[in-house]
């Protein structure tokens, strides 16, 4: 996978372009400066992606691979989630939303929206360091 840091890019459908906002818990973007991943190492497709955005519910995630096939109802078991210092976390997603941005340069990547699956005691803390990171950022 390959991306430089402080892209950004064009979202089509969903709340981020005046959707309907269907979460139960909010997501907050990514901060530029952390570069937090994905990785799919089982399950019906394996894939590296950029986390976009993060909260208790899900995520959202940039896939540059035009070969990865993603479908909305997939399930992936055991996705990784890398976090700079933490451990990574691993949950079992479902994709909810799948849609296509421009990034900077043009490159036309996928952005899938995805549900935790039985989120536990690691996501509440990846969400707490998260939350924190985003805070000293803003500020």
Same mark, same amino acid.
């Given at each position: 996978?390959?991306?430089? @840091?402080?892209?950004?890019?064009?979202?089509?459908?969903?709340?981020?372009?005046?959707?309907?906002?269907?979460?139960?818990?909010?997501?907050?973007?990514?901060?530029?400066?952390?570069?937090?991943?994905?990785?799919?190492?089982?399950?019906?497709?394996?894939?590296?992606?950029?986390?976009?955005?993060?909260?208790?519910?899900?995520?959202?995630?940039?896939?540059?691979?035009?070969?990865? @096939?993603?479908?909305?109802?997939?399930?992936?078991?055991?996705?990784?989630?890398?976090?700079?210092?933490?451990?990574?976390?691993?949950?079992?997603?479902?994709?909810?939303?799948?849609?296509?941005?421009?990034?900077?340069?043009?490159?036309?990547?996928?952005?899938?929206?995805?549900?935790?699956?039985?989120?536990?005691?690691?996501?509440?803390?990846?969400?707490? @360091?998260?939350?924190?990171?985003?805070? @000293?950022?803003?500020?």
């Amino acid at each position: 996978m390959t991306h430089a @840091k402080g892209e950004t890019g064009h979202h089509t459908g969903g709340a981020a372009t005046g959707g309907a906002e269907r979460r139960r818990s909010p997501r907050h973007p990514a901060p530029k400066s952390l570069a937090l991943t994905c990785r799919v190492k089982e399950g019906p497709v394996k894939f590296e992606g950029l986390i976009v955005d993060l909260g208790p519910g899900g995520l959202g995630a940039i896939v540059y691979d035009a070969d990865v @096939k993603l479908e909305v109802g997939m399930l992936l078991p055991r996705v990784e989630i890398e976090f700079p210092g933490l451990s990574p976390v691993l949950s079992s997603i479902e994709v909810r939303h799948v849609g296509s941005v421009t990034r900077n340069g043009g490159v036309v990547a996928k952005r899938a929206g995805c549900r935790f699956i039985a989120p536990g005691s690691a996501i509440d803390a990846l969400m707490r @360091k998260f939350l924190d990171i985003g805070r @000293k950022s803003a500020g």
